[in-house]
């Protein structure tokens, strides 16, 4: 199948850092391009940026708000880094029917990305 037209294709790769603004200036001085400059998401209290660097596929960096519950302190007191892969799908029940068919594991269920729109 065209890749292009592959709706299981990686969207963006998605990491979890305590500090949205050291994060993206870090990535921008190794040479990443802005995509989506730092938003906020408040249905999960956090911020998030897409950036791509060289051509590869986005890098989502997500970092806590300062004040209230979000999904991500547990993986900073853990280290953050990578923290979920975001697929294209046309069908997400489907899709995820199918990698659990391939032994893939569904530990948070997806939810909407406000950032995104999707």
């Known amino acids: 199948m065209d ?8 969207f ?5 850092v305590q500090n949205m603004d050291r994060a993206v200036k870090t990535w921008l ?9 730092p938003a906020v998401d408040p249905i999960q209290n956090v911020s998030c940026a897409l950036l791509v660097y ?3 596929v986005p890098i989502e960096l997500v970092a806590p708000l300062p004040e209230g519950p979000n ?5 900073l007191k853990k280290g953050g880094g990578l923290d979920h892969v ?11 029917a199918a990698l659990q068919e391939e032994g ?4 948070v269920q997806p939810c909407y990305g406000a950032v995104f729109d999707r």
Do not use: K, S
Request: glycine letters at 8%.
């Open 71 to 75: 999904p991500v302190e547990v993986r």
């Open 104 to 107: 893939g594991v569904v530990v």
């Open 12 to 16: 963006h790769w998605g990491y979890v």
């Open 3 to 10: 890749q292009r037209l592959d709706p299981t294709r990686i």
């Open 29 to 37: 001085a190794q040479g990443a391009e802005m995509v989506v400059p």
């Open 54 to 56: 060289r051509g590869a």
């Open 86 to 96: 975001c697929f294209f799908t046309d069908d997400i029940a489907a899709d995820i």
